[in-house]
């Protein structure tokens, strides 16, 4: 047998070559990538150069402040007419901010636009996407702690009410001025929203509970944003912008929590389809009529207005037939009678201390019946004439004592909390 005759032909495949699909964005989604890398860092820049290293690279805050200050006056006098001399000070709205915010709109859809043509045949930014993820994960997260640590150690944001606001009348104050007081008033719950910012701020710096810190920073940054809104706090700008950067990093995982949340599989009552769709079309019958019936009563709810609804100051007092002056040094005499609701009257003292009663009025018979509602037991009667539309005649007893008040409506008051209203611009914070 010869060595040939060992030969053979052996068939060898060559190694499988595994490839993997380029991942590829839809040109959408590549546009709207690059217009929100480009005004997410020209927003949040210079961080966090002068944020970490501000002896050193607070240069660049400098030179980006010099540089918008000299931008935007320009923009707002050529395009818009505006003489902007007011910058930002401890109101984030002022007329600078929102044109220096329209300008870096403006240079962001620029730089999109270049950027698009330049680099049109990319199919995505997996990468980058990653690296401006890290990066607006760690800006939202200090803005978030450095927040929270002013409410928590020590509550430098809101400071208990000091004795003028104390004093002060509770119209005059401005909705700024209301929020300051109802969050100053309560170290405990200023300590507890703090306690909020800062757990979204530390979570958002951890790769692992980033999302869980995005999505706690949505919820507690709308409250925010809705407070700034509602009450013309002057953070409008910054606070909006915040809660938009924690969107941005929640989008990515939309279809995640969606699954989660909203679309996964209910666990199932019971096996057989009938009884299944019975139960769905029960549940929602009466998940519909609970909801109506809520709409229902709300809408129901009409609290009547008294038909002498007004201020009526006290022009003259008598108690037991000796007259009382109107002196600021007698707290027991009536300074003015106030009529809202229909049930109630709130009688001020010339220390403005006020005291409220129950009312039962009844203008055809000319009289009043009070009540106080921590002792059933007392009563007190008093009547009164109209001789004219604007003033009262008032006689009663009250207490034991026999009283008779001249009394004349004071002029419909403006009131800074209940007139104030909107205002997107703010030059200076109102808080009054």
Not at 199 to 224: P, W
Request: glycine share 6%; with cysteine; charged share 15%.
């Amino acid at each position: 047998m010869s060595a040939s005759s060992w030969d053979e032909t052996i068939d060898v495949a060559p190694p499988a070559v595994v490839t993997v699909p380029a991942v590829r964005w839809n040109p959408i989604t590549r546009v709207l990538f690059r217009f929100a890398f480009s005004y997410l860092i020209l927003y949040n820049f210079p961080f966090p150069l002068d944020y970490f290293w501000p002896k050193v690279f607070g240069v660049f805050g400098r030179f980006d402040e010099q540089m918008w200050r000299a931008i935007v006056p320009a923009v707002g006098k050529r395009f818009f007419g505006l003489t902007i001399t007011i910058f930002t000070n401890g109101s984030g709205d002022t007329t600078y901010d929102y044109v220096k915010a329209l300008c870096m709109l403006v240079v962001a859809v620029a730089v999109t636009l270049i950027w698009s043509i330049l680099d049109r045949r990319r199919l995505a930014y997996t990468r980058l996407h990653g690296w401006l993820h890290v990066y607006v994960r760690f800006a939202l997260g200090a803005a978030m702690i450095a927040y929270g640590a002013a409410k928590v150690i020590p509550p430098t944001q809101f400071p208990a009410p000091t004795i003028d606001r104390l004093t002060q009348p509770f119209g005059d104050a401005s909705p700024m001025g209301l929020v300051w007081t109802f969050m100053g008033a309560s170290a405990a719950y200023t300590f507890f929203t703090g306690v909020g910012e800062l757990l979204s701020g530390v979570l958002l710096m951890i790769r692992r509970t980033a999302l869980l810190g995005a999505l706690i920073g949505i919820a507690v940054l709308a409250n925010i944003v809705a407070l700034n809104f509602f009450y013309d706090v002057p953070v409008k700008l910054f606070s909006s912008h915040l809660l938009a950067m924690a969107v941005f990093l929640v989008l990515p995982d939309t279809r995640r929590l969606a699954q989660f949340f909203v679309l996964h599989p209910p666990s199932q009552l019971f096996q057989r389809k009938s009884r299944r769709i019975a139960g769905f079309v029960l549940g929602t019958a009466v998940a519909l009529f609970i909801i109506f019936s809520a709409f229902q009563q709300a809408t129901g709810i009409q609290i009547p207005r008294s038909p002498i609804r007004g201020i009526w100051n006290v022009d003259t007092l008598t108690v037991d037939g000796v007259d009382h002056p109107p002196l600021v040094t007698d707290g027991t005499r009536w300074r003015r009678l106030v009529f809202d609701y229909a049930q109630t009257v709130a009688f001020q003292n010339m220390f403005d201390s006020r005291t409220r009663y129950g009312l039962e009025l009844s203008e055809s018979n000319g009289m009043m019946h009070l009540k106080k509602r921590n002792d059933p037991k007392w009563s007190a009667t008093l009547f009164f004439k109209r001789p004219a539309p604007n003033e009262i005649v008032l006689d009663g007893s009250m207490d034991g004592h026999m009283y008779h008040a001249l009394l004349h409506k004071a002029n419909e008051q403006s009131f800074h909390l209940t007139t104030r209203g909107f205002h997107w611009i703010n030059e200076y914070p109102y808080n009054r």
